[in-house]
């Protein structure tokens, strides 16, 4: 059997396709895989801020395109880029093992913590999120935009006057880049985005074929952690605009749930912890997404909106 998977053609999604390539072919020796590069429309626009684009699904639209128009049979996701609202015939067939999904941060030397970066220091980052937890520890920090793919945003720090930058620790490892990291950001510091770390294979919900072959790289605790996140994100509605931030964990004794809410400008954040069973992932999203929303959320929310 032969499947084509789409993929965005940046240094990290070539790599993610890749590992999922060599993943489905150890398990089905004979299949044979066709890697299809599309561009996206986060991929084309790079000189304007993500939270200024506007735009849910910037990394993805493209790609579901192509499935539903039968160019693809498989989408490979950061499933931090992936809508929580599947569109209407396409399903998520599978989710990966996660990898570490701290963030992490560059600086010029080794050890720097948030903590050590200097008094009224700069810190790049492209995201609300990490802007948003950033500010609330070091209100006198300067954040500045920065966009482009890993590589280049570590260039771009390089030949910056910057103090640090803060990228995924999943993105930076992937691509062998892990000699730039100079610290890992706790979590407890810096709840990472729903979803960081882990791969979604997205195929068209009738191609019963290729959700049979993809099964082989389905994680079921993983899935339960990020079905939490991803329930908690979409029943507050959140996308780039606003600095919402989930991390869930499936263990055997229940599935537990972190999550935050912020102001852009870290003036104003709340944090929520919740524990439930792994067997009702979305319940427990949702449940802590109202309670966070009815307790402080609800504000929080639309200050940023009334600001945007």
Excluded at 161 to 176: C, K, S, T
Excluded at 230 to 237: D, G, I, Q
Excluded at 265 to 293: F, K, Q
Aim: glycine letters at 8%.
């Amino acid at each position: 059997m032969k499947i084509r998977i789409g993929t965005r053609k940046s240094k990290l999604a070539l790599w993610q396709t890749e590992y999922v390539k060599s993943e489905l072919i150890k398990s089905h020796p004979d299949l044979v895989v066709e890697v299809v590069e599309i561009s996206t429309k986060g991929d084309k626009i790079l000189d304007v801020a993500l939270s200024k684009i506007g735009d849910k699904g910037l990394f993805t639209k493209e790609l579901e395109s192509e499935l539903l128009s039968r160019r693809v049979d498989l989408a490979v996701h950061s499933l931090k880029d992936l809508e929580t609202t599947m569109p209407e015939r396409l399903t998520l067939a599978a989710v990966t093992k996660r990898h570490a999904v701290n963030d992490v941060l560059i600086a010029c030397e080794k050890g720097v913590t948030i903590d050590s970066i200097r008094e009224g220091g700069t810190v790049a980052t492209g995201s609300l999120r990490r802007q948003s937890q950033l500010l609330n520890l070091r209100p006198d920090l300067k954040v500045v935009d920065i966009r482009g793919n890993v590589p280049t945003r570590i260039q771009k720090f390089i030949e910056s006057d910057w103090d640090a930058m803060i990228l995924a620790r999943a993105g930076v490892e992937r691509l062998g880049l892990e000699a730039n990291i100079s610290s890992v950001i706790p979590i407890d510091l810096m709840l990472p985005a729903v979803g960081q770390g882990a791969l979604g294979l997205q195929t068209r919900a009738e191609d019963s074929a290729t959700i049979e072959i993809v099964k082989s790289l389905h994680d079921k605790l993983i899935f339960a952690a990020v079905s939490a996140e991803r329930a908690f994100l979409r029943e507050l509605e959140g996308g780039c605009q606003v600095p919402i931030a989930a991390h869930a964990v499936a263990k055997p004794n229940g599935l537990f749930l972190k999550a935050y809410i912020g102001t852009v400008d870290g003036t104003e954040a709340m944090r929520g912890y919740v524990r439930g069973s792994r067997y009702e992932p979305e319940i427990l999203g949702v449940g802590l997404a109202r309670d966070m929303y009815n307790d402080g959320g609800k504000e929080i929310i639309a200050t940023i909106d009334r600001l945007g």
